[in-house]
């Protein structure tokens, strides 16, 4: 009796007083980090054989976290002409600016840009121009001609973890693609198309 | 303030642990109370009936000859409760001054179900409140499953699931924070406020699962709108015995395997110890037709118990730990408002896989550990005075599919951390009056931990409370009246940062006074009468005042009250938020005669300032476009009833039926509220073998469990492409069909063997229920046949 009082008063009590003693600190709130893996930027470069370079850009500053409103800089495009599409992801938020572009490059396997052009544009997809290890299409790379003068939009997806082996999914398909959106832009990108 | 607070709780604390300790070094009692314990018509004994000492908590079981011995009893007189499966049991007054040997006779009703009596025990504490309480077969059947999913055998409680693994206990229409779950007589407190966040509880830890349908907020503080989840162990031995238990489940559904022991040691001189533990590991589960494909669960849980019980003091001390790892249905984590569509309208879930044990992401990992203190110290002329101190710490890490090497950062990595002291004074009767006098306090720290990489989901917090309550109860022979007030004071101090990110450290004070008031009345022997109204508030939660951000289950972004249009408001910070209050009154009829049952209740609960997600447009962003969800207040109305029949046939025959209806209504806007449990009825019929050489039990029991249809449900809209969303309450899927599923259940119980075998959804037919947040994307489980062993030794 007396030593299971002793062992209790000099163990157990003191175990547990000093457990509430030790949850007594006032430690400060630690600031929420940056988040890593934003995505604020999409720039698509249009490159022609010959003629001008056209970047057109969507931006949204809080990376789809926040309630900013995205701002989307179309552009115009050359009628019956072939262009070298390239794809460049930027992290604004971070000063200096954080290129995903080469982490998705990266994980390959693991992501796939599909293009939805509404269909008043005469804009094509011609080509994935890039592959991953798997020798499936990443999108990052690309060719697209256009047609006759017109005007519309083209939406820009990325897929992560999609099933490219599904039908029609290498060829640029999304119906079959599954996996989860990491980037829609929407609204989508203003197009004029002129001769 | 906080460390002021939390050096009194320690000074309070160490004060009571000295007064309990020099208590333990007082005399020892060394009577003893023995006899034998029969049956009133014809004296033979009543084997294996049990005697109980209510002052004490102690109480042994009789042999085979009814024979039965409590040892170290101090003099004095005691209130002693003589049970017998089948008796009526009965409460008798004993004054020991000497070792005393005394007979006891009970009046036996061969024809009364055992059921009935086990119902009958119903918590004293708080007698004019609806109480259910699973019954032992009720409770071996649901070993192995969920807290949420074992309770869900009861009435008027269903549960909230998110998958198979994830469920959360629901009475009468209300859940998470709306309820008050007690652990071991500590409040559970982790992250409720997440819809698929459940109790961080072993139900392998207790033998006692108890659900109060009122709302008993005085006494046991916030939060309690719709009634309190009461999770019991059994009281520590503290006489001469040595007792444990293996349980062994498997099931098919999932390939689950789930071992669970405990062991447990009294002592002469009144102490008593336990330990127990479990483990499970689960794997898929599968619906009728194909395998929801990351649906895994492992869990590893303990606790230990060590205790002294004296007639005039006592204590204990409690450890648990729990620790589980639980997969999420892979096809139910979504990108944005395409992928969503994508997902609902796919008649079979986007990923189905082989079977695996694997767990992925999305995933999360919870561990929650439970630390006791308690005593007790009878005051020879006042009453009884209890002190409890509670610990508790809740790690919570949630993982989702990210890119690169954030795969296998958590999302969401938060711990809290909760102190909890209770002090509560039992008066002795003063004539006709009998009362309670307690105070409360509870200190509570949640922060979010480096490493995540992402934005906090809630901000760190601290959150404080005190309070006071008593309560009176008048008791006449035939009824009994009871009235109860309480006060509780709250602070919430969360440390948010704005858009600049500089820390903004707001403090919300609530005051509350809650009454209740109720009464109980034998109208005769077999019919009771039960009636009791009581106000109840809960401070609104953390996350519906700063949530901000993407839910990946709906894909939709949700926003705090303290965020309208998603841009944290600084006016907002100084506001006045009001408390949720509601008053919710309930009736209760119980008809019990030798073989019929019959316990009906009706309820009516109004919440003001019921908080709650109302559709808010849609938002476009670079991830594509999402649906929003601001969080606002209107004044809510739930009104139900439930009901249980059972009726014995023959001595092998008998009937059981079950009906749970609830309407829910959000008054100020005339509309639906979402995610209520549609009305529901269950008929069963059991047949009971008798009279077999060595064997106390074998039953076969086949119930058809009907849900109907939720057609009170939010309209269903999903088509955000073509039309603009409604202003009024949505969901993005109308309610599912209703159902009837067959489960089959059967048992026999040796002396020190119990064996289960149970057939759920023996039609394996395809289902999906309203209160399971995946309806959305997949099918509710398939057939599922399971194995249980239980020994006794």
Redesign the interface.
């Known amino acids: 009796?007396?030593i299971?009082?002793k062992a209790?008063?000099n163990i157990?009590?003191p175990f547990?007083?000093l457990?509430?003693?030790s949850?007594?600190g006032?430690d400060d709130?630690?600031?929420?980090?940056?988040?890593?893996?934003l995505?604020?930027?999409?720039n698509i470069v249009f490159t022609p054989t010959s003629g001008t370079v056209v970047t057109m850009k969507?931006y949204?500053e809080?990376?789809?976290?926040?309630?900013a409103?995205?701002v989307v800089t179309g552009g115009s495009l050359v009628s019956n002409t072939a262009y070298t599409v390239t794809l460049e992801l930027l992290n604004e938020s971070e000063n200096p600016t954080e290129d995903i572009t080469e982490?998705i490059e990266?994980?390959g396997e693991?992501h796939q840009f599909f293009f939805e052009v509404s269909s008043s544009l005469n804009l094509t997809h011609t080509s994935y121009n890039d592959q991953d290890g798997n020798e499936n299409p990443i999108g990052l790379k690309n060719t697209f001609t256009t047609g006759a003068a017109s005007s519309g939009t083209l939406k820009v997806?990325l897929?992560?973890?999609p099933d490219k082996s599904a039908a029609g999914v290498s060829d640029g398909d999304i119906t079959n693609a599954?996996?989860?959106?990491?980037?829609?832009?929407?609204?989508a990108i203003d197009i004029t198309i002129i001769d | 303030m906080?460390?002021v607070y939390?050096?009194m709780?320690?000074l309070v604390?160490?004060q009571s642990?000295s007064v309990l300790?020099i208590m333990?070094?007082t005399k020892?009692c060394s009577y003893t109370l023995s006899g034998q314990i029969t049956d009133e018509h014809d004296q033979s004994p009543l084997e294996y009936s049990s005697i109980y000492i209510k002052e004490l908590e102690r109480g042994v079981t009789a042999d085979e000859r009814g024979n039965y011995m409590l040892s170290n009893l101090c003099a004095g007189t005691y209130s002693v409760l003589i049970r017998h499966v089948g008796c009526k049991p009965k409460e008798e007054f004993i004054t020991i001054k000497k070792n005393t040997v005394k007979e006891f006779s009970l009046e036996h009703h061969p024809t009364e179900l055992n059921e009935v009596i086990v119902e009958g025990e119903l918590e004293e504490a708080d007698v004019s409140l609806t109480t259910s309480e699973l019954s032992e077969i009720q409770l071996d059947q649901s070993r192995g499953k969920t807290l949420g999913e074992s309770l869900k055998s009861l009435s008027g409680v269903n549960s909230l699931q998110s998958g198979p693994t994830i469920s959360k206990p629901v009475i009468n229409g209300l859940h998470s924070n709306r309820i008050l779950i007690m652990n071991n007589g500590i409040r559970q407190e982790g992250q409720q406020w997440g819809q698929e966040h459940a109790p961080e509880i072993d139900p392998f830890s207790a033998t006692g699962f108890k659900v109060i349908k009122g709302a008993a907020t005085v006494r046991y503080g916030a939060d309690a709108i719709g009634g309190i989840v009461l999770v019991e162990p059994p009281s520590l031995l503290s006489n001469r015995e040595f007792k444990g238990s293996i349980s062994m489940i498997g099931q098919s559904n999932n390939r689950q395997g789930v071992v669970s022991a405990m062991m447990e040691k009294g002592y002469d001189?009144g102490?008593g110890w336990r330990v127990q533990g479990s483990a499970k590991k689960g794997g898929d589960a599968k619906a009728s037709n194909y395998n929801l494909s990351n649906t895994g669960v492992q869990e590893i849980n303990f606790s230990g118990a060590?205790g002294?019980t004296k007639e005039h003091y006592g204590f204990e001390?409690y450890l648990s730990h729990f620790d589980s790892d639980i997969a999420i249905l892979r096809s139910a984590?979504?990108?944005?408002l395409?992928?969503l569509t994508?997902a609902i309208n796919s008649d079979v879930p986007?990923?189905v896989e082989d079977f695996t044990y694997t767990i992925d992401n999305p995933r999360q990992e919870v561990r929650h550990d439970l630390?006791k203190?308690n005593g007790f110290l009878k005051l020879a002329d006042l009453g009884t005075v209890r002190l409890q101190?509670g610990?508790q710490s809740n790690h919570r890490n949630e993982y989702d599919?990210?890119?690169?090497a954030?795969f296998n950062r958590p999302s969401i990595s938060l711990d809290i951390?909760t102190?909890t002291l209770d002090l509560v004074f039992e008066q002795h009767a003063l004539g006709k009056l009998k009362g309670e006098f307690g105070a409360s306090s509870i200190y509570q720290?949640n922060?979010?931990n480096?490493g995540?990489?992402?934005?906090?989901l809630i901000?760190?917090y601290k959150n404080y409370g005190l309070g006071a309550f008593a309560i009176e109860k008048y008791v006449q022979q035939k009824w009994e009246l009871e009235a109860g007030i309480r006060y509780d004071f709250r602070q919430l101090n969360p440390?948010v940062?704005d858009s600049s990110?500089k820390?903004l450290s707001p403090k919300y004070t609530f005051n509350n006074v809650t009454a209740s008031v109720g009464g109980d009345f034998s109208l005769n022997e077999k019919l009771t009468l039960k009636a009791n109204i009581a106000s109840a508030w809960r401070p609104p939660q953390v996350s519906e005042l700063f949530s901000?951000?993407?839910h990946h289950g709906a894909a939709a972004i949700e926003q705090g009250l303290l965020y309208p249009?998603?841009?944290l408001s600084e006016n907002l910070l100084d506001a006045d938020i009001q408390s949720e209050q509601a008053i919710k009154a309930i009736a209760t009829m119980e008809y019990k005669s030798n073989n019929l049952l019959v316990e009906g209740s009706i309820y009516h609960n109004t919440i003001n300032n019921y908080i709650y997600l109302r559709p808010d447009g849609i938002?476009?962003?670079?991830?594509?476009?999402?649906p929003v969800f601001q969080y606002m207040r209107t004044n809510a109305r739930f009104v139900g009833m439930d009901a249980v029949v059972k009726y014995k046939l023959s001595n092998q025959w008998s009937y059981n039926a079950k009906v749970s209806l609830l309407r829910a209504k959000d008054v100020s806007a005339d509309d639906v509220l979402i995610n209520i449990p549609a009305n529901s009825f269950e008929n069963g019929i059991t047949y009971q073998m008798i009279n077999i050489p060595d064997v106390n039990k074998v039953y076969f029991t086949l119930d058809v469990l009907t849900v109907m249809h939720q057609g009170r449900a939010p309209q269903a809209f999903l088509d955000f492409e073509n039309s603009e969303p409604p202003s009024s309450i949505y969901d993005f899927k109308t309610a599912p069909d209703g159902y009837t599923l067959l489960n089959f259940h059967s048992g026999v119980e040796f002396d020190k063997l119990k064996l289960g075998f149970s057939v759920e959804n023996l039609l394996n037919i395809s289902y999906r229920d309203y209160m399971n947040r995946f309806r959305y994307f997949t099918d509710d489980i398939g057939i599922n046949y399971s194995l249980r062993l239980f020994y006794n030794f």
């Open positions: 009796m007396n299971l009082n209790l008063k157990f009590f547990f007083g457990i509430i003693l949850n007594c006032d709130p630690i600031t929420p980090p940056n988040e890593e893996e995505i604020t930027t999409v969507y949204d809080d990376g789809g976290n926040g309630a409103t995205p982490e990266e994980e693991d997806i897929r992560h973890e599954a996996g989860e959106t990491d980037i829609e832009t929407l609204p | 906080a460390r939390c050096y709780l320690t604390f160490i642990v300790s333990a070094q020892d001189n102490i060590f002294l001390g984590h979504i990108g944005n395409t992928d994508n986007l990923y630390m203190l101190y610990f599919r990210r890119r690169g954030n951390f102190h720290r922060k979010n480096t995540t990489n992402a934005n906090f901000p760190d440390f940062f990110n820390l901000n951000g993407l249009g998603g841009f938002r476009l962003s670079i991830r594509g476009a999402f």
